[in-house]
């Protein structure tokens, strides 16, 4: 999905139509520009966004002792080796199908020892997600929708 883009009919037409019939009840003022644009951009858990990169520190961080010594030492090796010397809480691992298989499980078992799975995927789960906006369950994660961009919908 590709962020708004205000020459795009397609995406004037989205964001027009969003506003004006508020499908999830959000409350748009339409009275206002800046409570159109607040309400749109606000951070919610009902719009859980993906992240594309995650922290090194962020991973070792959710991982507990008990699940990381529950570990294959080749598990354990890889773990170390992928969240290895890289900044400090920098998002900087991109997020692979492979990633979100071994430490979420994703399309079947992860790598984490059966007594410790459903914890583990469960902290896996809040280091690779975060809360969005609508105008990001819209149109893409970090898209902010601007007040230049409303007025372009608004008008179109």
């Known amino acids: 999905m590709m ?3 205000r020459t795009d009919p397609t995406d004037l037409a ?3 139509s969003e506003v ?3 499908p999830d009840g959000l409350g748009y003022d339409t009275a206002t520009t800046a409570g159109v644009v607040d309400v749109i951009n606000l951070l919610r858990s009902a719009y859980t966004q993906q992240k ?4 090194s520190a962020e991973l070792r961080s959710a991982t507990t002792y008990d699940a990381y010594d529950g570990l294959a030492i080749d598990e354990q090796e890889w ?7 890289n900044g400090f809480e920098e998002e900087n691992i991109p997020v692979s199908a492979d990633l979100r298989h071994r430490l979420l499980g994703d ?7 059966v007594a410790d799975r459903t914890e583990m995927e ?9 809360d969005g906006s609508r105008a990001e369950d819209l149109f893409g994660i970090g898209t902010t929708i601007s007040e230049a961009d409303w007025f372009a919908a608004r008008d179109s």
């Open 20 to 22: 004006n019939t508020d």
């Open 52 to 55: 594309p990169k995650v922290s």
């Open 79 to 85: 773990l170390r080796w992928i969240t290895g010397s």
């Open 122 to 130: 469960a902290a896996m789960t809040l280091v690779f997600s975060r």
């Open 3 to 5: 962020a708004f883009d």
């Open 107 to 113: 399309g079947g078992n992860s790598i984490w020892a």
């Open 14 to 16: 989205a964001l027009k």
